[in-house]
């Protein structure tokens, strides 16, 4: 793991890189974006449905392979196993967009 990586690991996607606070908060709830350029990051899911779940996400990043463009997640098919505190799902990376 690289230092970038490190630094997303358990992070809030959307906080700033200098938050005092950038991991999950009480009473949220998470997806773990799991591959790609933000592999490890949690994305607020809070009061998402299940339909804008099962939609995926297609994320702004510098990191992806375009920068300044978005990485896509999708949700995964079945049940998640808990993931811990918060994170009800998790999302794969399934590529990049400009």
Known sequence: MNGDE????????????????PGP??????????????????????????????GGVALSTELSRWP?????????AGASPPLGPGVACRFYYSGDTP
């Open 6 to 21: 490190q630094l997303l690991m358990g992070r809030v996607y959307g906080c700033d890189h200098d938050d005092p606070n």
């Open 25 to 54: 908060l009480p009473a949220r709830t998470y997806a773990m974006l799991v591959g790609g350029p933000l592999d490890g990051l949690l994305l607020d899911v809070t009061g998402w449905t299940a339909e804008e779940i099962g």
């Open 68 to 76: 300044g463009g978005r990485a896509l997640y999708d949700p995964g």
